[in-house]
């Protein structure tokens, strides 16, 4: 990166927001978003032959299961192990597309190692002491088998005996956002953003299973974030363009994805939406982060476990601290009204703790309005807060709002808990420095984001440098890898005959990854929630704002505060938050930024890199 955001200060970026309000997941959103956001940077039809996914003869290793039944916890998601560690499986309901059914050989149980069947002869590039390929990530796929040459030829569309076609959606920034990030030195140019697409399609054609196949990029680009007119035009051109799969697309509108979606290709395009965005369109649409109705399902049981019916002993005014916590939530939504469901979800949700909200849900535009308007919107939320005596305020919606909601409670006097929920960004460091202080450091809660690395750590960083020799050259890689990550994943599990379907149980029976710190719980399929699952994050952690902690945010920029991750950044899944009081406030056991392999608790295995470039 050399360095290229070091410029940027937060008082720069603050006065960036105040002229430029349409700054939001366009670009800083895309820069920094999910699990793979680094942490300190330096610089249609399926056809009738599919034969399903590949066996890959019992499950692969890294894989356990603690036994959670997905009858009596049906949020709950089996745990994973991490590390690419060789354990055996006990073929659970809650586990049943991971370990060893379906993809896996269909009689559970499997172990790791060489695969677990007798008849398994794994293929090139396997590491047989984990059962995994030999990369250097803890979510290194299972070893294939070794391809005998036959791959059904042109199986689907997009998909021919040589090659399977991927388009890579570059979208347009608008001219404000591209002031914002020239003068940070930070704008990247979409022919860097191509060639981090074109890096890692190398990358995976390389060390990922593509049985005889490789992947063939086609780039499309695209209009600005909210662009309708746009968005449809370039779904034409995927559609044109005959390929079987999309990287990314608009992040305000989802006509790209919808229209993808009926024309039978597959997009990996989306950023937290509830999780109906994905059923009504299966099998078809994917993201690398969680929805937000799996969210309101980890936020209802943290409520409800550890907060409901006890004081606001946190909050910033005398008469809350005594007081039991009545609960608000403020959350982001579209005109028409994309994100109620969710809400709404949550509200019964609550239920089956006894727990409520005081004062029914309430939704915000958020910075998809001008700066005046947002402020003026704030006025109103902080006092209609204040107005009904909320202790305890849950803020689900775009990273810039609290900005100025909390400007605006400060004016107002009222310093309730501010309970941090996951929500897209609100979670960093970045902007949690953007927030007013007196207001932030009452903040805490629970984040799906793994706990933070140091930029070369971060996975996408990583395997770009193990692979080609040289750190990525645009300041967005992290998302280009992200989604990348599920469709080379899933083309590798889904075996010789790829398809949309073959897609779709290859990911379903990806086995469960991960449960640590830095490397976040991943899987897909059934039986780990109460639906069909096609989002790749699973787990959530505790954490709480510390203004007196100083460091540097995700972007380098200097700050006086930075989150702690409560107990190094200890994960839970659903169904298994202590049902005690938060650990929040105890700086003992809390951990900022991990900033050398040796002090990851959930280190990724090591493999030599001659001759991968």
């Not at 794994?122 to 059962?131: F, H, K, L, V, Y």
Request: glycine share 12%; charged share 20%.
């Amino acid at each position: 990166m050399n360095g290229r955001w070091r410029d940027l200060t937060v008082g720069d970026l603050v006065d960036g927001v105040k002229r430029y309000q349409p700054f939001l997941l366009a670009v800083l959103a895309v820069a920094l978003v999910a699990v793979v956001l680094p942490g300190r940077p330096d610089r249609g039809s399926e056809t009738a032959a599919a034969s399903g996914p590949v066996d890959f003869g019992g499950a692969a290793g890294g894989v356990s299961s603690d036994g959670v039944d997905g009858g009596t916890a049906a949020s709950a998601d089996a745990e994973g192990s991490g590390g690419g560690r060789r354990q055996a499986t006990t073929g659970t309901t809650a586990d049943r597309s991971q370990t060893g059914q379906g993809a896996f050989g269909g009689t559970g149980g499997g172990s790791g190692g060489d695969g677990g069947g007798s008849s398994f002869v794994p293929g090139a590039n396997c590491d047989t002491s984990t059962g995994r390929i030999a990369i250097p990530s803890v979510y290194a796929p299972p070893c294939a088998p070794k391809f005998d040459g036959d791959n059904g030829g042109a199986t689907g569309p997009g998909v021919t005996g040589d090659t399977i076609k991927i388009a890579a959606y570059i979208g347009a920034l608008d001219p404000q956002t591209g002031a914002i990030l020239r003068a940070a030195g930070a704008e990247d140019d979409a022919d860097d953003v191509w060639q981090m697409y074109l890096d890692y399609a190398d990358y995976f054609n390389a060390h990922y299973e593509t049985y005889g196949r490789k992947i063939e990029m086609v780039r499309i680009d695209g209009g600005q974030p909210a662009d309708e007119t746009a968005a449809k035009a370039n779904a034409e051109e995927v559609k044109d363009a005959g390929a079987f799969l999309s990287l990314d697309g608009p992040t305000d509108t989802n006509v790209y994805m919808r229209e993808l979606a009926s024309a039978g290709i597959i997009c990996v395009c989306t950023q937290s939406q509830p999780v109906e965005a994905y059923l009504n369109n299966a099998p078809y649409v994917w993201s690398n982060l969680m929805s937000s109705t799996q969210l309101y399902v980890h936020r209802a049981e943290y409520v409800g476990k550890r907060l409901w019916g006890q004081p606001a002993k946190w909050a910033g005014q005398a008469d809350f601290k005594v007081q039991t916590r009545t609960f608000g939530l403020v959350y982001f939504d579209t005109p028409e009204g994309s994100y109620k469901a969710g809400a709404d979800f949550f509200v019964e949700e609550l239920k089956q703790y006894g727990a409520s909200l005081k004062m029914p849900p309430y939704a915000v535009t958020g910075a998809h309005v001008d700066t005046a308007g947002a402020q003026k919107e704030a006025q109103t939320v902080s006092q209609k807060l204040k107005d009904e005596g909320i202790t305890t305020v849950l803020f689900a919606g775009d990273p810039l709002y609290p900005i100025f909601l909390t400007q605006e409670a400060t004016q107002d006097l009222y310093f309730p808990e501010w309970i941090v929920t996951g929500s897209v960004l609100t979670d960093t460091t970045l902007f949690g420095s953007l927030y007013d202080q007196n207001q932030w450091e009452h903040a805490f809660g629970l984040s799906a984001l793994a706990a933070r690395t140091s930029e070369e750590l971060s996975e996408a960083y990583r395997v770009h440098e193990w692979h080609h020799g040289t750190a990525p050259v645009a300041n967005t890689y992290a998302i280009r890898y992200a989604p990348f990550w599920i469709a080379a994943t899933g083309i590798h599990m889904a075996g010789e005959r790829l398809t949309v379907e073959t897609f779709r149980d290859g990911l379903f029976a990806y086995p469960r990854t991960g449960d640590g710190p830095v490397h976040p719980s991943t899987s897909f399929g059934k039986g780990l929630w109460r639906w069909d699952d096609y989002l790749r994050l699973d787990d959530t952690a505790e954490l709480w704002w510390d203004r007196t902690a100083p460091g540097q945010s995700e972007v380098g920029s200097p700050v006086a505060g930075q989150y702690r991750y409560v107990d190094g950044g200890k994960r839970y899944r659903a169904g298994q938050w202590p049902a005690s009081e938060p650990n929040v406030f105890n700086e003992a056991g809390t951990v900022t930024v991990y900033e050398s392999r040796a002090s990851v608790p959930d280190p990724w295995p090591e493999y030599g890199h001659e001759g991968h470039s």
